[in-house]
């Protein structure tokens, strides 16, 4: 089990997370943010409201929202993995 240790809000819905490990993650919550409990996150003024809550070790909203530690992690890309979707728009010299 992966347990969040920091989080930083990055823009829209993503968050870079620091877990366990020690790795950072950026994880990109706009897909995941459906049902009842999660509907005010799509309010970006209240989606940056988030805190690390180290009582159950991950992120979590003044509504009490929140994420399984180990969810986060799985769908994080590591910060050292190449962005593919940038590689159309490069050319090499």
Same mark, same amino acid.
Do not use: C
């Given at each position: 089990?992966?347990?969040v %240790?920091?989080?930083?809000?990055?823009?829209?819905?993503?968050?870079?997370?620091?877990?366990?490990?020690?790795?950072?993650?950026?994880?990109?919550?706009?897909?995941?943010?459906?049902?009842?409990?999660?509907?005010?996150?799509?309010?970006?003024?209240?989606f940056?409201?988030f805190?690390?809550?180290?009582?159950?070790?991950?992120?979590?909203?003044?509504?009490?929202?929140?994420?399984?530690?180990?969810?986060?992690?799985? %769908?994080?890309?590591?910060?050292?993995?190449?962005?593919?979707?940038?590689?159309?728009?490069?050319?090499?010299?």
């Amino acid at each position: 089990m992966r347990l969040v %240790i920091n989080a930083d809000y990055l823009g829209g819905y993503k968050l870079k997370i620091r877990f366990d490990n020690g790795e950072d993650k950026i994880v990109d919550l706009q897909q995941h943010i459906e049902g009842p409990i999660f509907e005010p996150l799509k309010d970006p003024v209240f989606f940056k409201s988030f805190s690390v809550n180290h009582d159950i070790d991950t992120i979590v909203w003044p509504n009490n929202a929140d994420f399984s530690p180990d969810f986060l992690y799985e %769908i994080g890309r590591e910060i050292n993995e190449p962005d593919n979707r940038n590689l159309d728009s490069q050319s090499s010299v």
